[in-house]
């Protein structure tokens, strides 16, 4: 069974903090992606990794999947009020991209 | 487009009880999903659809159905609910394999 475990599950910080959020599996993925939830909607993507060490941009927010294509993490920069939420990532498995399994969460709060 | 709607938003069941939960997508999308996610947490793969016709099990199929006669149609059925059924059930869709998972509004179940 593919588990991924993200770290840490919850994290409060200050307005304008830098912060990382991680993934790990001892599975490998062929894919990656990261997910962001408010309460009571359904996650949205934020981006998608395929390649080992590749390194994605979306402003403020940086994505890096590992080389051995088992860990990814989430850095944010210059955290806003904005940017709460929980973050899920979400691997596919290298059987196939028909399913993606969905790491544990964490819970992100950034107080003004 | 409306993308991804989910019926009903709310449902308060008693245990023993059944009921359909409905899912509906316009984008024309091959692949459904069903998952649930309990307070807090990630989201767990209860059943998936390539096609009409075609669907599969996910992570955690036991005390639950589907079936997809249409394309745009999905539903979720739980016979015999019970309290450990309680969570929030999000349908989702995405368009072959590299594409964007869309996820719809979910649906709150409580099973008492």
């Known amino acids: 069974t593919q588990l991924l475990e993200q770290s840490p599950q919850f994290l409060s910080i200050q307005e304008g903090e830098n912060l990382t959020v991680y993934c790990n599996s001892s599975?490998?993925?062929?894919?990656l992606q990261w997910y962001r939830q408010e309460p009571g909607e359904g996650p949205v993507l934020l981006v998608t990794v395929v390649t080992g060490g590749e390194v994605k941009k979306l402003k403020r927010l940086t994505f890096q999947f590992g080389d051995a294509r088992k860990d990814s993490s989430l850095h944010i920069t210059a955290a806003q009020p904005g940017d709460t939420g929980l973050y899920l990532c979400a691997g596919a498995g290298s059987s196939g991209t028909y399913k993606y399994i969905f790491g544990t969460g964490t819970r992100l709060k950034v107080l003004a | 487009n409306a993308g991804v709607t989910q019926t009903p938003k709310f449902r308060i069941l008693k245990i023993g009880q059944s009921m359909t939960l409905q899912c509906t997508q316009d984008?024309?999308?091959?692949?459904m999903y069903w998952y649930r996610q309990d307070p807090g947490m990630g989201l767990k793969l209860i059943y998936y659809?390539?096609?009409?016709?075609?669907?599969d099990k996910g992570e955690v199929p036991n005390g639950y159905n589907v079936s997809r006669s249409t394309t745009e149609d999905f539903p979720l059925r739980l016979e015999l609910a019970a309290p450990s059924q309680t969570s929030v059930y999000f349908c989702a869709s995405r368009p072959g394999l590299a594409g964007e998972q869309f996820f719809g509004p979910g649906t709150r179940l409580t099973v008492l």
């Open positions: 599975s490998v993925f062929s894919s």
């Open positions: 659809s390539v096609g009409a016709g075609i669907t």
């Open positions: 984008m024309n999308h091959n692949y």
